[in-house]
């Protein structure tokens, strides 16, 4: 075999971080190769130098043996080299033809070719790989598989002969996995290559060639996966063994937030949620599974009254709370973690201090007599900085100098020091690294233990199955199953997410002395 | 940017060598747009430092000079300072020239309908009646944009037009003194005249606008009110997060800064021409909105570029006398010291980023 | 004069003429801004852009005696503050809406400041000669609709042929895909190998060369002179357009025209001493209108999603 692509001694440096220490990394022809390491070890800097996006501070790129200088995109592109990113990047006005072809010149310049010319070239890829898709749908309209069915059709219309792909099973079931793998097998068997990057092992064990691990930036170990056990792999991935989080037995107590055939539309008006009913217990950790998009943000916004349900009864510690405000479900005991701790959490040119206390700044004891004090703030979030072991120079900082984990546990400290009923947890742990992630975890537990109600919204189904002492699996906005983490499969749940199988494992409430103990929720009209 | 370098002054403490930095850069803006005006000034074929000489000395030469630049000051900084908050909330207010005519004919007209009041109920019921003029002429873009999504910028702008015709339309028929050939209203009872500092020419707006830079500092920093704006402008989803009424909060700041502007228009009215006029604004509507983002959108930065833009403008006066200059020349260094503003901070943002 | 006048077609039939030509300007400015703003930066400047495309066109003109020399240096002037847009707002990436309203104030002002500087101030103003009408042959004698469509400057025949092109330009060609993929999602254009800071540069360029020579045409074809002000707010009028138009220049000819027909209204009502109403409040009219059809545009639901928002490479 020979390299097709060569990468040596790429260093990239962001302010205050060394994303590639002198990486080398060597792509042959005709391989899935996974590029292995947790989140921040510097995969997707790597990756997107060599679709130059970025341009590296030192190091050179060579691509078929010659160096190459890639200075944009449209340079990777003309060298064969093709990117699926974990965000997509496509348009979401326009069609997938549209998307396809936008940036390359057309037969008929300065004018678009016609449509049916265009559909049936992308036909031709389509059909050759297995990537069936309607060419005039607009892109809004497709789920997520199909979107990266999109994105994979767009490199290689361009005529891409690598292909890289950032953490592409993030957002499927392990049923669409199956199907991405078996596309990734046929390029690799049509002489395309593939770059994989994942942090999952198992993934990486089932379908890769070789593995380059890559920790803090620098590359720990390049391997032909059939020479190495996962075990090895998590140690190179980690450095460190991760400790399994312990949980205590759940005591759950009378149920403090209750949906009662909740209907809600989303931002197009579409309906988004369809008759969800569920309960949180006090003291316990009720997990919502499911593929990204089915109704999870829609829901945590219903939860936390910045979205109106349409139909249905809201009822927290009681109250009934169906068209509160924000502001009453704060007053109600309700604290939220919002997925977007970014645009939602934080108000980055703010310091510290007054970040602390957002949602707070009217009360006593940071207002009296209608004046805010500072010195109350300022302790108050001292105290935090603190106690959630914050890095941070002090409250006077702006929020925006924080690093992702450092604003989550802010964000994280600040909710839980109002000491809710309950909390509403939405992809706490994204992005963040083992360290905080296991921190984050740990904090969410405690406020289990001290007889919150936590429901907790996460894509990463481990950690669904980690912390949760039921699981209730979202589709296609409706609570079709709730099942018991302790009793899963894997297999079956995966099927529960892509709406294959509903309410496998019907869960009686665990409610050992509640009043009023009606059998739970999770059943459609 | 703006909000962290006015933080800084008013003793949050955020870092030192950086504010000093960020305090520096208006200056540097002026300077600039004032080299730049000079080399305008030369393409014409006039001496750029006769022509300066001329502005400074018309703008600061005699005592006389300096009163009008107080008076002119004084509706600079009223509106500034509504802009302020409005700027900070990212609520982009640019209807302050029609609330600015609303108040002044809202003030004109109370004071015509009631002129036997005693002065002090008077000067109340100006304060108020102006406040409204303007407030009302700003409810409008703001019940638009809270509960219908129109764009505020746009809507605020085209009223400043509709209120402009309606002041004369107002001294044209209505209100119009039917012993004068000109379009204006008759003279206001003496009740209305605003006090002035005994010994100066200066009214008792002067006071008013150098009241209000604390006050408005302190609503910013010290409330709860200001908290939240300041959140609404940084970011508006955390404001929804944080159950923070966003369309109130629009109304609120845009019902300010519509009556401070319609204050600037009833000190206008009562303090300088003592009547209602055509054109009672040479546009400070526009020029306080340059005045506020010099500033920093600090109360007591918009204090100072107030200050500052009104000696230009009565500066210029004089350099048109002497040097035979346009006065327009003023609008245009105006924008080049937003425009310089502007480049200082994306530049320093730039150094920011590189230093880490 | 009696509400009878006013519904003989001989009126109607001028009214409905001025006000297409009343319209170009308007008109002009607003498909500059669709480009701009279908590539993601909002110009707010556009009344600056006029008022110095308005002053460069009637300088021009006055000195070379040619009007579609005039014109074309409104063009160049626009050209110039759509390159300082560009600038503020691609390159240094700063708040568009304050860039924008200084783009208004440095307009106003040196358009301003240069008439008074060289043609100084007298109670008679310096005229031009204007555009020259070019009836169409055969059309221009069509009864009625002859002198509606078909009498007209060069400069009104040559704006609805660029009603066609924008439409053609942003919705048929390679180029016009770039420019709403920009738009829409600058990061995904850029990954596709598109140059997203050219095309922004390029639009916002293009943009004020509109606006520019909307403002010529005010100043060269239709008043024949230069006064101050004489804009009079289309810049901003042409802004709420854009947004009535939902960015499609289609939709933007009927809101222009909309906006054409009111201004002849209140012309010709001033114009034939109508007393009824007082004349500020005609004065008021397009202004108002503007408002009713901005609301009716709806909200911001087809606006570009990345509309005002700097691209920076994540």
Redesign the interface.
Known sequence: MTALVEMRGITKRF??VLANDHVDFVLEAGEIHALLGENGAGKTTLMNIL?G??QPDEGVIYVKGKPAIIH???DA?QLGIG?V?QH???????SVA??I??????RR????ESRRQVHQRIAEVSRAYGLTVDPSCPVWQLSVGEQQRVEIL?ALYRGATVLILDEPTAVLTPQECERLFDTLLALVQSGKSVIFISHKLDEVMAISHRVTVLRDGRVVGTARTQDISKQELARMMVGREMRPIEKPPAAPAGPVIELHDIWAHDDRGLPALRSVSLQVHAGEILGIAGVDGNGQAELEEVL???RRPSRGRYLLAGQNVTHA??????AAGLA?I?A?RN?????????LA?NSI??M??QPPF?RL???R?REMEGHCSRLIHEYDIRAPGP???AGTLSGGNAQKLILAREISRRPKALVAAQPTRGLDIGATEYVRRKLLEQRQRGCAVLLISTELEEILALSDRIAVIYEGQIVGMVDPACVDIEQLGLMMAGAVKEVCELPPRMPAGPEGNPIEGRRP | MTQRAALSTTGQRPSTAMSLLLKGSPILAVILALLLGALIIAAVGVSPLAAYQAMVKGAFGSPRALTQASLRAVPLLLISLGLVLAFRSRIWNIGAEGQLYMGAWAAALFALSFPDLPPALMLMGLLLVGFAGGALWGLVPALLRAYLGANEIVTSLLLNYVAIFWVSYQVRLPMKDPTSFLPQSAVLPASASLPVLPGTRLHMGVILGLILVPAIAFILWKTPLGYRLRVVGSNPNAARFAGINVPLHIIIVMVISGGLAGIAGMIEVAGVHHRLIQDISPGFGFTAIVVALLGQLHPAGALLAAYFFASLVIGADSMQRIVGLPVALTEVIQALVVLFVLASEAFRRRVRRVVG | MSWDSLLQTAFIISLITSGIRLAVPVLLAVLGEIITERAGVQNLGLEGIMALGAFAGFAAAFTTGSGIIGLLAGVLAGMLLGLLMGYFAVTLKVNQVIAGISLVLLGQGSANFFYRQIFGVSQRPPRIAGLPEVPIPFLADIPYLGGILFRHNIAVYFTVLLVVIVWVLLFGTTWGLKVRAVGEHPSAADTSGVDVAGIRYACTILGAAFAGLGGAVLSVAQMKLFTENMVAGRGWIAIALVIFSRWHPGLALAGAVLFGLADALQFRFQALGFEAVPYEFLLMLPYILTIVVLLAGGRRGAAPAALGIPYEKE
């Not at chain 1, 405000?325 to 704060?330: M, N, Q, T, V």
């Open positions: 302010p205050g679709y996006l970025y944009s995109p449209h592109i990117m990113h997509f990047q496509l348009v979401p006005t326009f549209e998307n072809v936008l940036g390359l010149p057309s310049e300065p004018f678009l767009k936390t009254g910045l405000s924000a502001r009453e479900l704060f939220h919002p977007d645009r939602f959490g934080m108000v980055a040119d703010m310091t007054e957002l949602g700044e009217g207002t209608g004046m805010l500072y006077a900082a702006f």
